[in-house]
């Protein structure tokens, strides 16, 4: 596609429920990054795609959250047992290679409330 | 701790005047530094980049300057615009990692 899509754009959840959200980066990058956004906060990484290799977990903030990406393409980030700390807007990026220097392209977000 | 710090207060400024803002970091060697605007709604989309070895980049009204020793970087908009208005993040990458780390970013308004 033309640009980074992510769905859905606002998902309101009950606590305890797990969500999944879905990315589909630009045809051709080979990276992908999932980010999250807090209110007055900076983007906190959470994981990395490139290509097929294993993913880089690092950012991932405790065993509830897991990502994966099939076909080198579409990324699926899922939270388990959703708590109120994790609402927050989730970005997802792609670029073209892995020592990135054109930029990341990030999609509009999706915006998790657990209530 | 690394840490990387923007102009913690908002930036309101006349049109036709130039804004500036600042990104420091701290227990960071970046080998590139990038800046991104980012619009309410949407995600962060990237404008300049400037490597550990380059001083100053510019791009249409837009410049940025990369001073390693003091360890910041300042990023001018020139002949403001209201359309300018947005809030800016900086971003740091070491050289053999590939994930950015964001500030928390600067919003700037710019009055007609």
């Known amino acids: 596609g033309a640009g980074v899509s992510q769905s859905p754009s606002n998902k309101v959840t009950e606590k305890g429920k797990d969500v999944e959200l879905r990315c589909d980066p630009i045809s051709g990058h080979t990276a992908l990054y999932w980010y999250r956004q807090s209110l007055g906060q900076g983007l906190e990484f959470l994981i990395y795609?490139?290509?097929?290799?294993?993913?880089?977990k690092s950012g991932l903030p405790s065993d509830r959250f897991s990502a994966e990406r099939t076909g080198g393409s579409v990324s699926t980030l899922t939270i388990q047992r959703t708590q109120q700390e994790d609402s927050a807007v989730y970005l997802c990026a792609s670029s073209l290679a892995r020592a990135n220097y054109e930029g990341y392209t990030f999609g509009s977000g999706t915006r998790l409330t657990v209530v | 701790s690394q840490k990387i710090e923007q102009n913690s207060e908002a930036l309101n400024i006349q049109e036709g005047k130039t804004a500036t803002l600042t990104c420091n970091y701290t227990n960071y060697s970046p080998a590139y530094l990038q800046w991104y605007r980012q619009d309410p709604g949407r995600g962060p989309v990237f404008l300049l980049l400037i490597r550990e070895n380059e001083k100053e980049k510019r791009k249409e009204r837009l410049k940025v300057t990369f001073d390693t020793t003091l360890k910041q970087s300042l990023f001018h908009i020139t002949a403001s615009q209201p359309a300018d208005s947005a809030t800016y993040l900086c971003?740091?990458?070491?050289?053999?990692?590939?994930?950015?780390?964001f500030g928390a970013g600067t919003t700037v308004t710019v009055r007609a």
């Open positions: 795609f490139q290509g097929n290799s294993a993913p880089d």
């Open positions: 971003a740091l990458a070491l050289s053999n990692d590939y994930k950015l780390s």
